[in-house]
């Protein structure tokens, strides 16, 4: 189980914890990518263009392509790239 939680006192940032087979992928995760500040980001992006996705629409669509777009300059890999380590966990 993934939670994902906001600190008032660090309103710059989210931290996710997992647990279970969760936890066993978020660390193959944070190990591919190379930091916990990158998987945590790359997860995040990935709820948001889902929710942009099942909204639809041609702004969030558009959203979606930007997010997809500047990817790398988040996580440090494009999106393609990502999710082919997703594939492969």
């Known amino acids: 189980m993934l939670d994902v939680s ?3 006192e660090r309103p710059d ?6 647990d279970g087979l969760d936890a066993r992928v978020l660390r193959q995760l944070i190990e591919a990518l190379g930091s916990e500040e990158k998987a945590q980001n790359a997860l995040i992006l990935t ?3 889902s929710k ?8 969030s669509l558009a959203r979606a392509k930007r997010v997809k777009e500047n ?5 440090g ?3 393609q790239e990502y999710s082919r380590i997703l594939e492969a966990l």
């Open 6 to 8: 906001y600190s008032s």
């Open 13 to 18: 940032s989210v931290l996710i914890y997992a």
């Open 47 to 49: 709820g948001f263009l």
């Open 52 to 59: 942009l996705e099942k909204k639809g629409g041609t702004d």
């Open 71 to 75: 990817f790398r300059e988040i996580v």
């Open 77 to 79: 890999i494009s999106f």
